[in-house]
């Protein structure tokens, strides 16, 4: 199973920034997509997931940042609007199924005027 995330980049604060993570292999009935961010120095954390249907978001990018997912389509999205310096990091997304742990590369986001 392999987790390909794309859509990063370099973004002036306030602007937007559309991630995708698409799974490939034999991966079903997926329970969990979550995207984590790392940024240098600190711990990686959960930005935001999603799990039967029901989303939560880190507080720090509530009513910002928007996760979806097509479990049929193995693809998780997370939308960022309003982006702020601080939301720079490399982001991750991660997937579940049957207990086991998938994690995809990481892509940068740089927030940066």
């Known amino acids: 199973v392999q987790l390909q995330a794309s859509g990063g980049g370099l973004v002036q604060p306030e602007g937007s920034l559309r991630l995708s993570c698409a799974a490939s292999?034999?991966?079903?009935?997926?329970?969990?997509m979550g995207w984590y961010r790392q940024a240098p120095g600190k711990q990686r954390e959960l930005v935001a997931s999603?799990?039967?249907?029901?989303?939560n978001y880190a507080d720090s990018v509530k009513g910002r940042f928007t996760i979806s997912g097509d479990n049929a389509k193995k693809t998780v999205y997370l939308q960022m609007n309003s982006l702020k310096p601080e939301d720079t990091a490399v982001y991750y997304c991660?997937?579940?199924?049957?207990?086991?742990?998938?994690w995809g590369k990481g892509t940068l986001v740089t927030v940066s005027s």
């Open positions: 999603i799990t039967s249907g029901s989303t």
């Open positions: 991660n997937m579940v199924s049957y207990l086991v742990g998938y």
């Open positions: 292999g034999s991966i079903f009935s997926i329970n969990f």
